[in-house]
């Protein structure tokens, strides 16, 4: 079975600043995706990157970006210029051949002024 | 399109009850997914559908755990009897289904108390 962790229960940064929240997985598939999402307060969780197994380069989406290492299977999120607005749990998610989706048990992230 | 609704938000039960939850996908999306969250944990798998089949189970879905799609539209999800530990939010999501990888969007949940 897939497994997926996330071993920083919490972390925070302050504005404007960087953090980098980590990932590991573990899967005997060949072919497979990973995500973040993110889960604001009382609100629905939202995707916030996603990245292709097969592909080499790591994906990026405006401040947010990854650092997918294959071979090590971990994959890392890192937040550039932090914004008060990223306040969250984020989730590390996998879905390989089947359609469900694994989550890691989360990073809590505070954003401080 | 407002996205994935669920209903209640809320809903408070006494030990040995049945309660229904109800999930609106997005209405193009053909796949529709159940999860179960407890607090300080990520979502837990539970159920999915593509159009009215259900296709996977999860060993967490007990016997009192029911879940329908019958139209290929809406979905329900059932406890019965329902116990302490089935306290949790419960989340839906849909997508597009086919060959490739699509995005799950989630609603906003249906947080349950068990008494």
């Known amino acids: 079975a897939q497994t997926v962790t996330q071993s920083q229960p919490e972390m925070s940064v302050q504005e404007a600043e960087t953090v980098t929240l980590s990932c590991t997985y573990d899967?005997?598939?060949?072919?497979?995706?990973l995500f973040w999402y993110k889960q604001p307060p009382s609100r629905q969780m939202i995707l916030v990157i996603r990245?292709?197994?097969?592909?080499?380069q790591n994906a990026t989406e405006n401040r947010f970006s990854v650092n997918f290492q294959k071979a090590a299977k971990s994959f890392s999120l890192k937040i550039s210029d932090s914004q008060l607005g990223d306040a969250a749990m984020y989730f590390c998610?996998?879905?390989?051949?089947?359609?469900?989706?694994?989550f890691g048990t989360g990073t809590r992230l505070q954003v401080t002024l | 399109d407002t996205g994935v609704s669920q209903d209640p938000r809320h809903k408070i039960t006494k030990r040995g009850q049945n309660v229904t939850f109800r999930c609106d996908p997005i209405?193009?999306?053909?796949?529709l997914y159940w999860y179960r969250q407890t607090l300080g944990q990520g979502p837990e798998f539970l159920t999915y559908f593509q159009n009215e089949a259900q296709l996977e189970k999860s060993r967490l879905l007990s016997d009192r755990f029911s879940a329908e799609r019958p139209k290929g539209s809406f979905s329900t999800l059932e406890i019965q009897r329902t116990e302490q530990g089935d306290s949790a939010m419960y989340l839906c999501?849909?997508?597009f289904g086919g060959g490739q990888v699509y995005e799950q969007y989630f609603g906003p949940g249906t947080r349950l108390t068990v008494t």
């Open positions: 998610a996998y879905t390989g051949t089947a359609s469900k989706l694994t």
């Open positions: 999501a849909s997508s």
């Open positions: 990245q292709e197994a097969y592909k080499q």
């Open positions: 209405s193009e999306h053909n796949r």
């Open positions: 899967t005997s598939e060949s072919d497979y995706y």
